[in-house]
């Protein structure tokens, strides 16, 4: 049984700081620097109602939910909780009557690529934004999503 997903509070932002960085901690010497998830403020983040707990980070935009950061211990991968996390914006898209799901990843994590793929996601874009190559890619939710 998969772990429930909860809205993160204050007391996670230092835990789930430290798994993003060890989420992305190998992509480092890949992209030269430390990947945006590394950097970001999850006090912020948690603040403004961005972030559940395993570990994402997302909100409602208009004409997508946009899911800046998924993060899973790696210690936890391969048992299904990125796929539990898509299928939570999943349904916050719903709840908001969003037709897709949005997101981005950085050029130099190919497999990335082909994972978000075989989910339904297409290439939108690319962009380089605040130092980082990303591409932009996103999910139209069919009927049996919505």
Not at 37 to 61: K, N, Q, R, S, Y
């Amino acid at each position: 049984m998969l772990p429930l997903i909860r809205r993160a509070r204050a007391e996670d932002a230092v835990r789930i700081g430290a798994i993003a960085r060890a989420a992305y901690s190998k992509y480092v010497a890949r992209i030269g620097s430390e990947p945006a998830p590394m950097l970001a403020d999850f006090a912020a983040e948690i603040a403004a109602g961005h972030v559940v707990v395993i570990g994402t980070v997302a909100w409602p935009e208009r004409g997508a939910y946009f899911i800046d950061n998924v993060a899973v211990d790696p210690a936890q991968q391969g048992k299904g909780l990125g796929r539990q996390l898509i299928r939570h914006a999943v349904v916050e898209a719903k709840r908001h009557r969003l037709p897709a799901i949005q997101l981005y990843t950085n050029a130099a994590m190919s497999e990335n690529l082909s994972m978000y793929a075989r989910m339904g996601f297409v290439e939108t874009h690319r962009a380089v934004e605040k130092g980082f190559d990303r591409i932009y890619m996103l999910w139209v939710l069919g009927d049996d999503e919505k």
